[in-house]
């Protein structure tokens, strides 16, 4: 009996004690998790504008965006790193990937500001599987580091 009462508080805490951005996000839906924040710094999901969190779940269709002294670090399930600068905004369209075969597909968006990217499993297993949109081009990942800077008209 008292086992059960230390299992059920333990696993009390551990609910009440997640990182802010899992409310409402069951495992499944989370892609990826918010390494670093400096400044600035948002998740957009929905029409819901909250404050960047270390430690907080991007779904897909997610973005985030950064204020003028602003940066985002996210790690994702495939083990792609995106990192954001200042006055940033990057969205998330579509991210599938099965760990058991290394296949899927990873689509974003960057509308402006800088992102640094480090690819992962997903363009690794699949080379033309990942895609970063601009206001003005589509970039094909083959499994690289590089960065974007998309500047306002």
């Known amino acids: 009996m008292r086992y059960r009462i230390v299992g059920a508080v333990i696993a009390a805490l551990i609910i009440a004690t997640q990182p802010p951005g899992l409310a409402g996000a069951a495992d499944a839906d989370v892609i990826g998790r918010i390494k670093t ?32 002294d602003g940066a985002i670090g996210i790690t994702f399930r495939d ?52 895609t970063i949109r601009t206001p003005h081009t589509i970039l094909g990942v083959r499994g690289t580091r590089f960065a974007v800077s998309v500047t306002e008209d």
């Not at 600068?85 to 998330?92: C, D, E, H, L, T």
């Not at 075969?101 to 599987?129: C, H, M, W, Y």
């Open 79 to 130: 083990n792609s790193v995106f990192s954001t600068g200042p006055n940033s905004r990057v969205a998330v369209d579509e991210f599938r990937f099965d760990s058991q075969n290394f296949q899927g597909s990873f689509q974003s968006r960057v509308s402006k500001g800088t992102l640094s990217v480090v690819s992962g499993d997903i363009a690794r297993g699949s080379p033309e599987a990942m």
């Open 37 to 68: 924040v400096q400044g600035q710094a948002f998740l957009l999901r929905g029409t819901e504008r909250t404050p960047a969190t270390i430690g907080g779940a991007v779904q897909q269709g997610d973005a985030v965006e950064t204020g003028a």
